[in-house]
């Protein structure tokens, strides 16, 4: 508990700097030096945006990582105009437990200012991966199957990876894409004919990012981040789906009637049960229905109510009513 409350105050105290990265304001009396978001790839590369770019004579300024656990080992991300790009050496690929602090560099009148940034950079909390790569499709008569590839660094937390799905006719705009989600740990998807149009073009296209964690994880493996960029689009055509028209198809009743038929079968049998089991059933719902008599008058005096011939002719046309009249004799 106690560990749980130091952690709310320190984030407490940190979280006027964290944005969606880490940002500060004017850190270091008067500096004036901007914000700065710096997102990572989970592997070996960081990238950082400075709000408050300005064109000066004189070296680039910098943002340098030290790391507070791995002594000697600092890095420099160099800016070029308000963007800055760091990559690490492979020996140093991002594990969740990295920590870095992070510190603003720059020359001022030939003379190097430094201000603090981020005292504790989590790259695991500022999380941007790269685009899925390889995204490929595969059209069979009834779906078309997409398929993309994870790098191999990221392969032990597939299970963490979730994706976003966009897809659209070629000559629509992405705006007007339709999405999926909530698509998580695998790196296939199926497309199927019914959500296409025949004869039509397809574009697809996929992002990704970690998975919102669960509550149970440990602190230690909580990731957040912001989605990928957009992968490279795959083009493809719809299936060429036999069963398309609704009444002509081979093994295609149209959807509607493919569920409605079970249904009613299941309906129909539950009142049967129903009606057979409980006589309790049988009588409150015939407290709710007309004695027939005083509809069927002649009827009753020549039949002397047994149509249940007649009630059986009308059952197909009446449905529910007249079989229940079947159902009381
Ligand atoms: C990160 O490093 C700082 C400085 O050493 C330390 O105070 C902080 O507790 C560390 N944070 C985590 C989550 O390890
Ligand atoms: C495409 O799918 C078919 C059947 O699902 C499979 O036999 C074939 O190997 C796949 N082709 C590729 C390139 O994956």
Not at 10 to 15: A, K, L, R, V, Y
Request: some cysteine; hydrophobic content about 35%.
């Amino acid at each position: 508990m106690r560990e749980l409350s130091t952690w709310l105050l320190i984030c407490t105290c940190i979280s006027p700097w964290v944005g969606l990265g880490v940002s500060i304001h004017g850190e270091g009396g008067g500096l004036g030096a901007g914000s700065f978001i710096c997102l990572n790839n989970n592997i070996l590369r960081i990238d950082c945006h400075w709000s408050a770019v300005e064109l000066g004579q004189g070296p680039s300024p910098w943002l340098l990582f030290t790391s507070n656990h791995a002594v000697g080992s600092n890095h420099r991300c160099v800016f070029r105009a308000s963007e800055c790009t760091l990559v690490l050496p492979p020996e140093e690929v991002l594990v969740p437990s990295d920590n870095f602090t992070i510190t603003f560099h720059r020359y001022v009148s030939g003379k190097e200012q430094v201000s603090l940034v981020d005292p504790q950079y989590l790259p695991r909390r500022h999380v941007k991966l790269d685009p899925p790569s390889d995204l490929q499709s595969n059209v069979s008569s009834d779906y078309c199957v997409l398929t993309w590839s994870v790098s191999p660094a990221l392969e032990p937390l597939i299970s963490m990876l979730s994706y976003e799905l966009a897809f659209k006719r070629q000559g629509e705009t992405w705006e007007q894409a339709q999405h999926r989600d909530h698509i998580f740990g695998v790196t296939w998807l199926r497309l199927e004919a019914i959500e296409l149009d025949p004869g039509s073009s397809y574009e697809a296209r996929l992002r990704v990012q970690m998975a919102s964690p669960e509550d149970d994880l440990a602190e230690e493996q909580h990731y957040a981040g912001q989605w990928s960029d957009w992968s490279q689009p795959v083009c493809f055509p719809s299936p060429q789906t036999s069963a398309r028209g609704p009444l002509l198809s081979p093994r295609g009743q149209p959807d509607g009637t493919l569920v409605a038929v079970p249904v009613f079968l299941l309906l129909t049998s539950l009142t049967c049960l129903l009606f057979k089991l409980s006589p309790r059933v049988k009588r409150s719902f015939y407290q709710n229905v007309p004695s027939p008599v005083a509809f069927f008058q002649s009827l009753y005096s020549v039949h002397n109510g047994d149509f249940q011939v007649r009630a059986q002719l009308t059952a197909g046309v009446e449905g529910e009513s007249g079989l229940a009249y079947i159902l009381t004799r």
